[in-house]
């Protein structure tokens, strides 16, 4: 399975600023994914990103808010724009794998606090 | 839209017994991907088990296995001999499509605390 390196674990950040996270894979994949964990909560997932191609967002999720780039096979970034106490939560990334079983590894996750 | 639900928001009980977490899902579709993660205080998501639907045998890995029924849309997960490590959330998950295609659904999870 591949192993996910997140940046950064934690930040605080004022409101109205931005923040972005970003993930590295030790593999090429196809496709990226980013979900946000509230406090307490489960994850939901926020959008897929495959590389060359706009990013897909979930219903109440949209680009302006969350902007992704995937410039190549190994690495993503996920943007939290004008931020607002309510983005505070845990932002994790994920890719599948398939080798003989399948399977999703995730990254350690970014604890984001806005105040 | 696929859901996936846990009925259960915490569970306690003694290390060394065995303990069943629940799970049922809704879909219509006939294949489809099952798993079980666990995240600890850490917060990083650990894979525990996996289940393909179309696999009728039940998954087993060490003292964790499942009890897939997909006629009632149910995926139980059961550890035996449990251990104090074994204290975190468990979240099911479910996706339709292998190989990291799509992403996955959670369910509310799980809160499994393992007593001394």
């Known amino acids: 399975s591949a192993v996910i390196s997140q940046k950064p674990s934690r930040d605080i950040c004022q409101r109205g600023t931005s923040l972005t996270i970003q993930c590295q894979v030790d593999s090429q994949v196809t496709m990226m994914f980013w979900y946000r964990q509230q406090p307490g909560q489960s994850l939901t997932l926020i959008a897929t990103a495959n590389q060359g191609s706009e990013a897909t967002y979930e219903s109440g999720f949209v680009i302006d808010k969350f902007p992704i780039s995937r410039p190549n096979l190994t690495f993503s970034t996920l943007t939290v724009s004008n931020m607002s106490p309510e983005d505070s939560s845990i932002y994790l990334c994920s890719v599948g794998w398939t080798g003989g079983d399948h399977g999703y590894t995730f990254g350690s996750g970014t604890r984001l606090t806005v105040v | 839209a696929q859901t996936v639900t846990q009925s259960q928001p915490e569970m306690s009980v003694q290390e060394a017994e065995t303990v069943t977490l629940s799970c049922t899902y809704d879909?219509?579709?006939?294949?489809?991907?099952l798993f079980w993660y666990k995240q600890p205080p850490s917060r990083q998501m650990i894979l525990v088990i996996r289940?393909?639907?179309?696999?009728?045998q039940n998954a087993t890995e060490n003292r964790f296995s499942v009890n897939f029924q997909k006629a009632a849309k149910s995926f139980s997960l059961k550890i035996s001999d449990s251990q104090l490590g074994d204290t975190a959330m468990y979240f099911c998950?479910?996706?339709?499509?292998?190989?990291?295609?799509?992403?996955?659904?959670f369910g509310k999870g799980t809160h499994l605390i393992i007593q001394p």
């Open positions: 998950a479910f996706t339709l499509r292998g190989g990291g295609a799509d992403g996955l659904t």
């Open positions: 879909t219509s579709e006939s294949n489809y991907y």
């Open positions: 289940q393909e639907a179309y696999k009728q």
